[in-house]
């Protein structure tokens, strides 16, 4: 089992920036692929950006390449997303997901989910 929890969520202007983290427990990730999702209201979840644990490898949503950033920290078994130039459009749950499998954008291959953390971007 691996355990998920997101944090540092909030509200934000247009054009602004926000750092969430996803901290892991349960199991060693070197095997495993870490990405985010989000989840806007009335909408199906969506990929968002994810980093493959061992060597770091990272892939993005065409929506967010160029101002969102996925990384990790291994020491602190911890994945962040920098988002920077925020607009309106990405107001969502943004949720934080572990799979071994490599079909990165698909929600189903993905195992454990953390619990979500509300980012809002307001115009």
């Known amino acids: 089992q691996v355990q998920l929890v997101e944090s540092g969520g909030g509200l934000v202007q247009a054009g602004g920036s926000l750092r969430v983290s996803c901290a892991a427990s349960?199991?060693?990730?070197?095997?495993?692929?870490m990405a985010w999702f989000r989840q806007a209201p009335g909408k199906e979840r969506e990929f968002v950006a994810a980093?493959?644990?061992?060597?770091?490898?990272?892939y993005y949503a065409d929506s967010v390449k160029g101002r969102f950033t996925i990384s990790r920290d291994n020491a602190k078994n911890t994945v962040y997303l920098q988002m920077n130039s925020l607009k309106p459009e990405d107001t969502a749950v943004y949720y934080c997901?572990?799979?071994?499998?490599?079909?990165?954008?698909?929600?189903?291959?993905?195992?454990?989910w953390g619990q979500g953390t509300q980012v809002t971007v307001s115009s």
């Open positions: 997901a572990a799979t071994q499998n490599r079909r990165l954008v698909l929600t189903r291959e993905y195992d454990y």
């Open positions: 349960g199991r060693t990730l070197s095997s495993y692929v």
């Open positions: 980093i493959i644990w061992s060597g770091g490898s990272t």
